[in-house]
């Protein structure tokens, strides 16, 4: 608005600039014209050989007086004029804005249209009234792939979850084992506070026994990364447990380096192993363990054709009798096969 004023103020003062102008140039221009035709009319006068009186000559001379003070008066208004004109210009024309050089001209951003604005509340609307659960586990995964804390208005704008308008979300995330609430900030808890490969060592080394990589899944974001790497170098070993099928990392002392001969190798390739099942349940009853198998009875209850053949029970089918209550009265195709 500012600048529209002073925009429209210069407008005038250039067209009272131009209109003095005018003026006064049409004014220099008839006074121009007068003093021509008093010359003129001298020249006439003493080319025919007139005689000019002294009361003739000393009226000329004071319209010639006239006429150079109204041209000075008129020259010196057109000087003030412009002036003026100039000093108008400067204050009303605002001094431009100077741009660094570093600082990149923002472009203006695009208009909101009404349909998107209208989905993207409604989707808002759909997050804040679906389960707590749904809610928890945005924020859980917000915290889990950013790895940084957020506020409760940080995670409203990331996510568009309202946990400081939502009692039940505030306090299911304060308790969640998976996230960590200093009074503030919401970050992602992992099982193992490690945050690197030496301390991921370090940790795997105090877990004689093995440490399930399960556990080590969400300490950092490339942990399975160096794990591979650990392994790689010998410092560790990934072995398979035959139970849960998932993998156990076991720490590689390097401070026991154990160097086998070959003839100790040959030694124990050599013992020969008992073939029969029966013959190792006996071995492992001697040494106090229980086999898992019991090659015995499975091997009588084969002979005696027991443990393949058995009948198969037939299920009774179940028949519909006039007495069962039916709902589909208006399908008869369906029942056909009442027993009367």
Not at 96 to 103: G, M, S, Y
Request: with cysteine; hydrophobic share 30%; net charge positive.
């Amino acid at each position: 608005m500012l600048e529209e004023r002073r925009a429209a103020t210069a407008d005038r003062s250039e067209r009272k600039t131009r209109e003095s102008e005018r003026q006064s140039s049409w004014l220099i221009d008839g006074l121009a014209n007068r003093r021509d035709n008093l010359v003129e009319v001298l020249t006439r006068q003493s080319k025919f050989g007139k005689e000019v009186t002294g009361a003739q000559m000393g009226s000329l001379k004071e319209s010639l007086d006239r006429f150079k003070k109204q041209q000075e008066k008129c020259q010196s208004t057109l000087k003030s004029i412009a002036a003026g004109s100039k000093t108008t210009t400067k204050t009303t024309t605002p001094a431009p804005r100077v741009v660094p050089a570093n600082t990149s001209t923002k472009l203006p951003s695009p208009p909101i249209k009404f349909s998107n604005d209208t989905e993207r509340l409604q989707h808002i609307n759909n997050i804040r009234k679906g389960p707590v659960g749904a809610q928890i586990k945005r924020v859980i995964d917000l915290l889990f792939e950013s790895r940084q804390s957020f506020t409760a208005e940080q995670i409203n704008e990331a996510c568009y979850v309202d946990v400081k308008g939502n009692r039940a979300v505030f306090e299911s995330l304060t308790k969640n084992p998976k996230v960590s609430y200093e009074g503030k900030r919401f970050a992602y808890k992992s099982k193992h506070n490690v945050r690197d490969q030496k301390e991921l060592l370090r940790l795997i080394r105090t877990f004689a026994e093995g440490i399930a990589v399960a556990d080590l899944k969400d300490a950092y974001p490339t942990v399975m990364e160096d794990l591979q790497a650990l392994k790689a170098a010998r410092q560790i070993w990934l072995l398979s447990n035959f139970d849960s099928q998932e993998d156990i990392a076991y720490p590689n002392d390097p401070r026991v380096p154990i160097k086998v001969d070959d003839e100790l190798k040959q030694l124990f390739r050599s013992i020969e192993l008992p073939r029969d099942m029966l013959d190792i349940e006996r071995d492992l009853q001697k040494n106090g363990m229980k086999p898992a198998t019991n090659t015995a009875k499975r091997r009588v209850m084969a002979q005696n054709g027991n443990i393949y053949n058995k009948p198969k029970q037939k299920k009774k089918k179940t028949e519909i009798s006039k007495r069962t209550k039916l709902t589909n009265a208006h399908l008869p195709e369906l029942f056909r096969n009442l027993n009367g």
